[in-house]
């Protein structure tokens, strides 16, 4: 496919799952890392790799001779060979400025706001005095950070106050440090993105990640947030990796702060544990479409081609592997859930060991599915995910609620994630316009509009989204609900309204579920279940007018 | 997770993609082939594997040496050995028995026919004459067929008329014979059965493969054919895998005849080609289940994970190993693709050398994205693909037909795959019933009825449907149509039907669309297009108004 051959520095989890995509592409691809048996080595025995460190100058040199491009899998490398490589007509990609740039964490903080990319606000903090003016200028609780050789919450501590200084600076001694405020995040978001050597760039879904101890827990996808919130996201993601030469994906992680506005919190510039649930719920991995970038060969799709699916780390919990296997045995039972287990040899606490990903045909069914893995990793911990809504319920006026509360229960009885809201077409015209319009791209999978008298809610929302738009005709004081059931139905060619009956929101709602159901084989089957019910409750009268006759009944 | 190790008599795609499941779950492994850089030997540098043929009783003897479970990725080992492995209390999957019954043809005929399963008739041919016998039982043409070491059509021939049986005996002269009834199938299916070693059967879904040249060619899943056919043929091959001691995953291929019954073509006691797409399309592969089942740990779920999935084999053109990349290079650009090369160092006329599986958000998106890469394989063939209907059309008489016509063209339009049928819910009540019961399993999503005057088939379907259901009021000599759409609007509490307005089946078919556009992106977007054509149609009248003035209009 490609002759061009590929060295790695590096051969842990992330160079392993590099090998395995190029295997499949008959990529030749040569590790270098310490031990004879590194997890990437395991998986390529076509090939005499190099046992050296990843930051040795002459076993990088002894690499660059034997391939055409060169790439990392971490970036604590020896960066100063790559440039000196680069210079000398190596192929490097990511490019030695980008893997310099990114591995001083302050460097790189300044080259994104000179690039123009919402960060924290930040300072240098070369000596006590510095650090303890970031306390004032920041206030406290404030990060105290090692420019270099960070990752996994290391080399990050929280200065809570003054007297917090003096054991931070001991903590993280052997780096230049800086400081940073507090974000006060209520989420934290990450994105792949993938820049192919000819300068395109692609970005994967944001997902939603979660850490336990500063490292990676899980990783969910897509993130349960607004719509809105994801595209600033992936906007700001984006616009960071384009100011950084070369090719490869990089790992951006986020925060969300409470007025959903995004800051920008550090860059991996290779394959990140946040992008490990692309293997099997995207259409290209971020492994595979690291080596087409850096090879310059067409990109892959990054859209996720599952629903829902949600990655949980495997770290050691000790030095015994059948304690770290035992969320693993949990998983084989699991539907949806791929177990990758690194090969490594030696067990401890905290060592990244394995992954699972869970998919599912809803983050509903995909959280239910990785419960019990979760619960043999953390017995005693609840992690609830509030979930993005699939179906958006909304009323012309607060009077309306008592009719459309029936439906708002079914749904809540069938477990569907909702939003039950005010839009009026004539009181708030521009409301409904947003509401419409923004309907698809914010995750709603049908809506149920609820109207009396005129009635124009439904068939306004109907002209403005792709979606289905289920009306409820509201009956008012006169007409009986005739009037509101003839403006929801009687609509021109072209807008359709999936009417139902007068003050029927019970049906609007079970034909919400209907529609969820024609795609989400778990939902089809509750609603199989609940009309099986119903003829259950009815043949359950049957026999009691038989057994106490019509007259007692 | 497991430490038994398992030993694998062959070497090639089939064990190449077993190791790659290996890894991921921390197997050990160690391969039996021929040659030193065999494509299951490249993926694994742990062990010391075994250079030799994987009939080679000495060889095979060592293999069983070293590891705790034996198995093969190819049926024409020597049996004879693992059966004398086994009766020394080596552990064989599947067993030595299955392997000897499956690898002669004849022998796995009369085994299946001794467990009551559909074959086609077969008779044994010894010598010419019986060949003879063979033409004038079955008439012309037959399959005579050899009876070991038969694979991609290697060791069959057609035997079109008495003189094509002196060349068909000597073209097959190097194992003994059997004959076949000619098969006259419409498709040919095949289901992927793993069979764990504690007895516990779970199945693939049903594909349909289409063979070129007598080799697997491309493989649908899912079939699109009818449910009940999907159904039957689920049952024919589990009660096949049933009747073979053993575990594995074993390839079923099936014939559908004109009557849609099913007869059983052969098995393979491994995974097979019409399963590679279950490496992305499924939420277990082929491969990790062989894995789990013969090493009799929890089977991972069957189930496909995206809505549609097409396989293609990759094989060499000739002796040029850029022409078998050909389609590779063309499938880098298409989204949903995944490319699978094995390593093989030579390419000839006929090798397979790779395969890709493109899957896709719906069957009629998976096939347009395969097309540029089957043009690149052959680009003077059409292959079209009858796609199962997504949404059933059906009015209670042909007098409705000019109503519902105009939300056919719709769907047409679209191109949403569809049905139009005559339900009536007066004069074929057992027919709406059936229709109504089989339509979710059918692969339907959504119903479209048409009904006038009384009305009642819409709300009749729905009541025993658990899709979404449409109901088209149409207007009949009197009323105006307000009979019908109460009829079909006024449901009771329970069972919802999604009304539109009067005679308008364009609406019908636009909620439909809009109901698979909810969870298929792409159709999503073909909405979003229309909106926006409707909107640009009425903006081109509020032009001409402007221009040529209301009066002249």
């Known amino acids: 496919m490609n002759s061009q051959k590929v060295g790695i520095l590096g051969g842990g989890q992330l160079g392993r799952m590099m090998v395995e995509a190029a ?15 590194a997890p990437a080595k395991q998986i390529e025995s076509t090939q005499e790799h190099i046992a050296g460190a990843f930051n040795d100058e002459t076993k990088i040199r002894e690499l660059a001779g034997k391939v055409d491009v060169l790439t990392v899998e971490i970036e ?34 300044n080259h994104l706001v000179a690039h123009g990319v919402p960060v924290a606000d930040y300072m240098e903090t070369p000596d006590r005095a510095s650090v303890e003016a970031a306390g004032q200028k920041f206030g406290y609780p404030f990060m105290l950070k090692s420019k270099t050789m960070a990752y996994d919450g290391k080399g990050n501590y929280v200065v809570k106050s003054e007297q917090d200084i003096q054991p931070a600076m001991e903590a993280l001694s052997k780096t230049p440090l800086y400081a940073e405020k507090w974000a006060p995040f209520t989420k934290e978001l990450a994105v792949m993105v993938v820049r192919r050597a ?62 959903e506005s995004i800051l920008l919190n550090e860059i991996a510039p290779r394959p990140h544990n946040s992008g490990h649930y692309t293997i099997e719920a995207c259409e290209t991995s971020q492994y595979e479409n690291h ?43 699991v539907d949806g859930a791929t177990i990758h287990l690194y090969g490594k040899k030696a067990c401890r606490a905290g060592r990244k060991m394995g992954h699972i990903t869970v998919v599912g045909e809803s983050m509903m069914q995909t959280q239910q599915r990785l419960a019990p893995i979760l619960k043999a990793i953390e017995p005693n911990v609840e992690r609830p995910l509030t979930l993005r809504p699939l179906v958006g319920m909304i009323m012309g006026s607060d009077s309306d609620l008592p009719v459309m509360k029936v439906g708002a229960q079914i749904l809540k009885q069938f477990g569907i994630p909702f939003e039950l809201s005010i839009v009026s077409a004539h009181r708030t015209p521009l409301r409904m316009v947003e ?28 002209a403005m989204t792709p979606l289905p738009v289920i009306g409820v005709p509201v009956k008012g004081s006169s007409l009986d609900g005739v009037d509101s059931l003839h403006s929801i139905v009687q609509m021109p060619r072209g807008i359709p309204v999936a009417t139902v009956a007068i003050n029927n929101s019970t049906n609007a709602a079970l034909l919400a579920i209907r529609i969820l159901g ?30 106490v006759g019509w007259e007692n009944y």
């Open 76 to 109: 604590h490398v020896n960066a100063g060979v790559l440039s000196s490589l680069e210079k000398n007509g190596h192929v490097v990609h990511p490019s030695a400025f980008t893997v310099l740039t990114i591995q001083d964490k302050f460097v790189q903080k």
């Open 518 to 547: 024609a795609s989400i084989p778990g939902i089809l089957k509750q609603m199989e279940d609940y009309m099986e019910k119903m003829e259950g409750e009815v043949m359950t009268k049957v026999g009691k007018l038989d057994n």
């Open 198 to 259: 000819n300068g395109e760039i692609r970005s994967y879904p944001v997902v939603e990640t979660i850490h336990k101890n500063s490292i990676c827990h899980l990783v969910i996808a897509p993130a349960q947030v607004d719509g809105a919130v994801l595209r600033r996201a992936q906007a700001v993601a984006e616009n960071a990796i384009k100011s950084f030469p070369g090719a490869g994906v990089f790992g951006v992680e986020m925060f969300v702060l409470e007025d």
């Open 291 to 333: 080596l087409r970038a850096i090879l310059d060969m067409p990109l892959g799709s990054t859209a996720m081609k599952v629903p829902a699916s949600i990655m949980v780390n495997i770290l050691g919990e000790s030095e015994s592997m059948e304690e770290c296997y035992r969320p693993c045995q949990e998983a084989l039972a």
């Open 435 to 462: 509401y419409a319009k923004s309907a698809a791209q914010r995750g709603l999978m049908a809506i149920i509009a609820g109207a009396g008298g005129a009635a124009h809610l439904p068939g306004m929302v109907a």
């Open 23 to 37: 295997s499949r592409l008959n990529l030749e691809v040569v590790i270098l890392d310490s031990p004879l048996d």
